[in-house]
């Protein structure tokens, strides 16, 4: 069973800095690619970011390119989400995701750019709201 936890959200002002945190309780954490997705009000599903499942690679929206980094911990069982200079457009629920990245885990290889589709991933947490104010 895997389940995952957001915290870190709120109100935020344009402009300032915030940084979400998802702990995971995973028998082998290290062994999943991790993304970061948001939904605003009335709209679709977006990605945002992904790290691979040994960090060495990662994945950004265009939109949030440069303003937010994508880390993880493995030894912490934690992925992060650093977002600075947020803008109105960034207020959404951002949701954590885990997917499973066992045969490159096995194998080593952390070559890949990962996923920034949702539906290729298999678990998700309950989300954290971040409004940001202008």
């Known amino acids: 069973q895997v389940s995952l936890v957001e915290s870190g959200g709120g109100l935020v002002q344009a402009g300032d800095s915030v940084r979400l945190s998802c702990v995971v309780s995973?028998?082998?954490?290290?062994?999943?690619?991790m993304g970061w997705f948001r939904q605003a009000p009335g709209k679709e599903r977006e990605f945002v970011a992904a790290?691979?499942?040994?960090?060495?690679?990662?994945k950004y929206a265009e939109s949030v390119s440069g303003r937010f980094t994508c880390s993880r911990d493995n030894a912490q069982n934690t992925v992060y989400l650093q977002m600075n200079a947020v803008k109105p457009e960034d207020t959404a629920i951002y949701y954590c995701?885990?997917?499973?990245?066992?045969?490159?885990?096995?194998?080593?290889?952390?070559?890949?750019?990962?996923?920034?589709?949702?539906?290729?991933?298999?678990?998700w947490g309950q989300g954290t709201q971040v409004t940001v104010s202008s």
């Open positions: 995701a885990a997917k499973e990245a066992f045969t490159d885990y096995v194998y080593g290889t952390d070559t890949s750019s990962p996923s920034g589709t949702w539906s290729e991933y298999e678990y």
């Open positions: 995973a028998h082998t954490f290290s062994a999943y690619t």
């Open positions: 790290i691979s499942w040994g960090g060495d690679n990662t």
